[in-house]
């Protein structure tokens, strides 16, 4: 039985439950060597596909015709999902997929199916949400055998050789003695499956209210690592979606504890071993619960949503180091992220030469002969001693000891500190320019680079620098000249690509991006291109229900709605998001009902798993506070637009207009030669002021708490 019905929910927990994120170092340009063998990833432009393209299995990309072969052939297929920086994914092609006895016997008894996990999130979610049913945990690779139309009847993740071969076997021999035992066990699972999951769209409204916030976020705060932020355990990752939730929360209920868990969280990456204290960026994940030691790869989507949260943090609190780490992301990214053209790869890879980290870690020998006579000091604030070993006697560098505590042990000022540190940065990446650079997944994908503008323009409007605005606007131009041509969206863009596949997330985050870049630019064009964007996203993904499929289902592949977060906002919360801020701009009660229908269906998901549903938590604050409608019209609209915007304000939508418009908040509002500010909340307005002080105290006298935390 297909899964032709299912309604998913991908589950969070699995979705970070990553493979070691690792992978082997491959020469993505394999075309013009010689090699014993070449299977169908030849043609394809995924840089994950290309690195199975010489292996003995007889590879195929994921197709109908892929599954037609199977069922004329009355064989069982092997699907195999991974990425690029997956460690464990490779590990398994060096040992199985690369091995001519396994590969013989995937030929003979199986079609084998590769598929690349950013170019297909739909089909990883379809799969990785049976693999937690089944296994109670998900994760990469994600390798399945499953029926010729589709349904699973095996779901594991990393093997060795022997046992992999043994699973090969078992089923290959039971499929051929008794193949209506398997179908019937495929229809078991598959029928499960579905009346598991078809809750999301079933779900029964609840009223939307602050205790219902505030039950979710008590609950959430007892995983909270109280000594080094973060939730609690050995792997551990940001989460900046939750901590951007967490952040407006602490604002509007002015409560210190939210507050100084999102600071202790910033405070431990920017000077843990989970940032790249000599390129800028952040890795992936932690190891330990110090965010001490990586997992090395850098993910474009975790860098994009770690500048925007980092920005927003610096305007509450001034914190110089949280604007010193986001120059230093935003230098790591523009210069080995970014293609010639304007658009921003997925992923670095973690492993050079086969060895993790190789690139990123040191020898002390290594810096004592670089640094000279500053090696002490340098030693003192990275933690070079010997108990601060990672393994192999290298070092991941990691600072513990604050400035201030640094300063009071030294005869240095901060004005020398700081020259030291830039001193001592420059020279560690000078020697690393002589080190072979990891891979890079070179894929242009929609969404991710959709969350890097809203990144860059937070960044632009936390510090003013024009740099952050004009590539915002370079990336978006980007993505309209590349992935939306012709009035098609894309998920994945290279050159030469084939891919077609478009998501929910793509058309919701690009369209969230284009809105942001309307406050900030004030120019119409991006407005009229986010209404388009979401018009087609309402038609293209419509369900049932109020929430919204995040595929096209096909024969093989189903429907699924997704609610919760992973890696990257869930689409259907972003969805709402924008239909409250474009209904609140211009009006519109059925995008503001649309926005609070939507919400009240996830309220008790995030009364009772907060961690995994941060985005929906933004819209639930939106919708149980009060909400602000800060207008500024006239000639001075882009100076004072400009200014408000450097100021932390929760629960806001800040726009203006020079010009004369009929947008609903700003109709009949402007006067020529002069400029306003108006404040709205709840269909009410006060009057008109001109300076931003006033806009401010209009807020307060609304009831806004939020600025009494500032700074």
């Known amino acids: 039985m297909m899964f032709k019905n299912w309604i998913l929910v991908f589950v969070f927990t699995g979705a970070l439950l990553a493979c070691k994120n690792q ?41 109908s015709e892929a599954f037609k072969k199977a069922a004329d052939e009355n064989k069982l297929v092997v699907l195999s999902v991974g990425y690029s ?35 297909r ?125 967490l952040l407006d929360y602490a604002v509007l209920e002015q409560d210190e504890n939210a507050k100084n868990h999102v600071l202790k969280t910033l405070n431990s990456v920017v000077h843990g071993g989970i940032y790249d204290h000599v390129d800028g960026g952040f890795f992936r994940y932690s190891t330990d619960h110090m965010w001490k030691v ?50 921003y790869f997925s992923a670095m890879d973690a492993d050079t030469d086969g060895e993790e980290g190789l690139y990123y870690i040191w020898k002390k020998d290594e810096l004592q002969d670089l640094l000279q006579n500053d090696f002490e000091l340098f030693a003192q604030y990275y933690g070079i001693v010997d108990g601060e070993v990672w393994e192999d006697g290298n070092f991941v560098l990691n600072n513990k000891i604050s400035k201030s505590e640094f300063l009071q042990t030294n ?54 620098d024009d740099n952050y605005l004009n590539e915002a606007i370079s990336v978006f131009n980007y993505l309209t000249a590349n992935n939306y041509t012709n009035g098609q969206l894309v998920h994945s863009y290279t050159k030469d690509s084939k891919q077609r596949e478009v998501f929910l997330e793509d058309f919701a985050f690009l369209a969230k991006s284009a809105f942001s870049l309307f406050e900030v630019t004030m120019e119409t064009k991006y407005l009229d291109l986010s209404k388009d964007l979401m018009q087609n996203a309402e038609q293209k993904y419509k369900s049932n229900s109020v929430l919204y499929y995040y595929n096209i289902a096909n024969d093989l592949v189903p429907s699924i709605i997704n609610t919760s977060d992973g890696v990257v906002p869930s689409a259907n919360a972003i969805m709402a998001q924008n239909f409250l801020k474009n209904g609140h701009l211009e ?15 996830v309220t008790s998901d995030f009364e009772n798993h907060a961690v995994s549903y941060g985005a929906w938590g933004s819209l639930l604050l939106q919708q149980a506070y009060p909400f602000y409608e800060i207008v500024i019209v006239g000639e001075n609209a882009e100076q004072l637009l400009s200014q408000m915007s450097k100021t932390y304000i929760a629960n806001t939508i800040l726009v203006g207009s020079k010009v004369e418009s009929e947008i609903s908040l700003f109709k009949d509002r402007y006067i020529d030669e002069d400029t306003f500010i108006y404040v709205c909340q709840n269909n009410t307005c006060k009057l008109p002021v001109k300076t931003i002080d006033e806009g401010f105290q ?12 500032s700074n």
Not at 304 to 326: D, H, P, R, W
């Open 411 to 464: 005869t240095l000022n901060e004005e020398q500190l700081n020259e030291k540190l830039g001193k001592w940065k420059k020279l560690l990446n000078q020697a690393r320019q002589k080190r072979t650079k990891p891979k890079k997944d070179y894929k242009i994908l929609t969404s991710w680079n959709a969350l890097l503008i809203d990144g860059y323009l937070e960044a632009y409007k936390a510090f003013g």
């Open 698 to 709: 209009q807020m307060v006298s609304f009831g806004y708490k939020g600025f009494k935390g």
């Open 121 to 245: 999130p739909d089909l990883d979610m379809v799969y990785q949400t049976a693999l937690q049913l089944v296994n109670g945990t998900g994760g990469w690779p994600m390798n399945a055998i499953i029926m010729p139309n589709g349904s699973p009847v095996f779901l594991g993740t990393y093997h060795e050789k022997e046992n992999w071969k043994n699973i090969l076997l078992k089923f290959s021999t039971e499929y051929e003695k008794n193949p209506e035992k398997m179908h019937e066990y495929a229809t078991m699972l598959s029928e499960g499956v579905q009346e598991v999951y078809n809750q999301p769209a079933n779900q029964i409204a609840n009223a939307i209210s602050p205790n219902i916030i505030e039950n979710g976020i008590s609950s959430w705060s007892s995983l909270w690592d109280n000594e080094w932020g973060g939730n609690q355990g050995e792997q551990k990752f940001i989460l900046p979606t939750n901590l951007i939730m």
């Open 85 to 119: 920086t997956c460690h464990w994914c490779h590990v398994m092609e060096e040992e199985s997929f690369e091995d001519l006895e396994v590969a013989k016997l995937m030929n003979e008894k199986f079609v084998s199916i590769k598929v690349d996990r950013e170019e």
């Open 587 to 601: 009006y519109n009660t059925d995008y503001l009902q649309k926005a609070e229908t939507m919400g009240a269906l």
């Open 294 to 343: 990586p997992h090395f790869e850098k993910m474009l989507y975790d860098n994009a949503q770690l500048i925007n949260l980092l920005s927003k943090t610096y305007k509450l609190t001034g914190n110089e180091e949280f604007k010193v780490a986001v120059e230093e992301t935003f230098k790591f990214l523009h210069t080995e992220m970014r293609n010639e053209q304007g658009g």
């Open 23 to 63: 992978n082997k170092n491959t020469d993505l340009s394999t075309e013009s060597e010689n090699h014993q063998f070449t299977n169908e990833l030849i043609k394809e432009t995924s840089p994950y596909l290309l690195q199975h393209a010489h292996n003995p299995v007889n590879w195929k990309p994921w197709s």
